[in-house]
């Protein structure tokens, strides 16, 4: 199959009123539910014309968003039927063209079922991928009693992406009155067509409640790495005293080649050993005129750089600083404030605390700063 014969409409233009909110923004492992749409769609059709199809009131934000991966965004109608159509005249497919048109509340579609569904379709005029129905189904009467127990062999859930040769969505429209339709295969089995079903991966589920956000993170989500980093410093008089990249009131600083940051460095080498990328002095070695007292909050951004060349992202910090003095207590507001600035996390998501040693070993003789952190980053 030649990608350059298929066009891929993605349909956003609802309302969510049975999620609350808009469900098609809600963050789910990194990425919004849209984005995972349009990623899982896309991913085996990476030339595929795609075009997406949001309300009016959200074309704007879509096209800043969306533009410059080649999207095209136009704003779609009163019902889905009316969105599907735009999105499709947008890109005027050739009639031989094979049209997809995917759900935007579908995070999750594999890439072999994109590529079956579009194939039936080239074969079969029409296609929709279909999942098993699992549950026994009951039909209520208004009361809420059980009227029947329907049988469920023929039975499946419709799925997205549903496909279409361009010409014979366009025959189905002509025919049309002025009917809905619940999805394009519906409208051309009403007139008599043909639509091929074609089995695909139950876990393509529709965020449609809240509670199906669970399911879907379940199958995009991919394990969090761990990293944990330790520092020690020793102290050293007319030297300043930098801990978590704020200037501390103290007799001595810490000695260091930079400006011994220990709780930045114990941070820039737990995010390290979460990336699995070595330690701070492979990456910044002393011999290095460059770190001369230098910040050393330098050393957490190229940190950071490295984690999100590897599609990593921190999710949170706690650190840990062991000291006789000086009391981190009136300071830990501000050390934990500026630690969240440089790490580009919330408030919320970092946290400084500190400990003596009960005047035991180095630290309790008063003669340097340990510092532990511990990261966690997600795969975005
Ligand atoms: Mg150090």
Redesign the pocket.
């Given at each position: 199959m030649s990608e350059g014969d298929t066009v891929i409409v993605v349909v956003a233009a609802g309302s969510s009123a049975r999620f609350g909110e808009d469900k098609l923004a809600v963050s789910l492992c990194g990425r919004t539910v849209l984005e995972h749409a349009l990623a899982s769609v896309r991913a085996p059709l990476p030339d595929a014309p795609v075009c997406l199809v949001v309300r009016a009131d959200h074309v704007e934000a879509a096209r800043a968003r969306w533009q410059a991966e080649g999207v095209r965004v136009v704003a779609g109608g009163s019902h889905r039927q009316d969105s599907v159509r735009l999105g499709v005249e947008a890109l005027a497919p050739a009639d031989d063209a094979v049209v997809l048109i995917h759900d935007g509340a579908r995070p999750f579609v594999p890439a072999e079922d994109v590529l079956r569904v579009a194939d039936a379709a080239r074969h079969h005029g029409a296609a929709l991928l279909v999942a098993p129905i699992v549950d026994t189904i009951k039909r209520l009467r208004v009361d809420e009693t059980v009227d029947a127990t329907v049988p469920r062999e023929r039975l499946v859930r419709a799925l997205t992406p549903q496909a279409f040769c361009a010409r014979v969505l366009r025959e189905a429209w002509a025919h049309a009155s002025d009917e809905h339709w619940t999805d394009e295969a519906a409208l051309i089995e009403r007139q008599g067509g043909e639509v091929k079903a074609v089995a695909g991966d139950a876990r393509n589920v529709k965020v449609t409640h809240s509670s199906d956000l669970a399911i879907a993170s379940g199958v995009l989500g991919r394990p969090p790495r761990v990293g944990h980093g330790i520092?020690?410093?020793a102290f050293a008089p007319g030297r300043v005293l930098w801990l978590c990249g704020v200037k501390l009131p103290s007799e001595a600083g810490l000695a260091?080649h930079?400006d011994?940051d220990?709780a930045l460095?114990a941070v820039t080498d737990a995010i390290l050993g979460a990336c699995g990328a070595g330690d701070?002095g492979e990456h910044f070695p002393s011999s290095d005129a460059r770190w001369q007292d230098a910040p050393s909050e330098g050393f957490v951004r190229h940190a950071l750089a490295l984690a999100a060349e590897r599609g990593l992202r921190i999710v949170n910090c706690d650190l840990s600083l062991l000291l006789e003095k000086p009391r981190i207590g009136p300071h830990r507001e501000a050390m934990c404030a500026r630690l969240a600035e440089i790490l580009g996390l919330p408030p919320g998501q970092v946290n400084v605390k500190a400990t003596t040693c009960e005047g035991l070993g180095f630290i309790g003789r008063g003669e340097g700063v340990m510092a532990q952190a511990v990261v966690m980053l997600e795969q975005v």
């Open positions: 520092d020690v410093h260091g930079s011994a220990a460095h701070i």
